[in-house]
Nanobody
């Protein structure tokens, strides 16, 4: 079992920045990917980014590439998502997700989910 606790998020203006944190506990993350999905009202889950814990491989959605940065702190068992150059279309609930090797697809039964944190970007 993996427990994920998110923090950060909130309200930002267009062009602004926010940082999300996701603290993992319960089991070692070796062999796991940890990352983020987001869900805007009335829309499906959208993959945002993930990092393979022990390899450091990183993947981003095209919609956030160059604006968002995912990183990890091994000692704290924490993953961060730095959100820069925010746009109104980034408004969504952001979920931290952990899964073996990859967090995709969102429907994978083997995924663990955090409770979600709201990010709102004003025009």
């Amino acid at each position: 079992q993996v427990q994920l606790e998110e923090s950060g998020g909130g309200l930002a203006q267009t062009g602004g920045s926010l940082r999300l944190s996701c603290a993992a506990s319960g089991r070692p993350l070796s062999g796991f990917a940890v990352g983020w999905f987001r869900q805007a009202p009335g829309k499906e889950y959208e993959f945002v980014a993930q990092i393979i814990w022990n390899l450091g491989n990183i993947n981003y959605a095209d919609s956030v590439k160059g604006r968002f940065t995912i990183s990890r702190d091994n000692a704290k068992n924490t993953v961060y998502l730095q959100l820069d150059s925010l746009k109104p279309e980034d408004t969504a609930v952001y979920y931290c997700v952990a899964g073996p090797l990859t967090i995709r697809p969102s429907s994978a039964k083997s995924n663990y989910w955090g409770q979600g944190t709201q990010v709102t970007v004003s025009p």
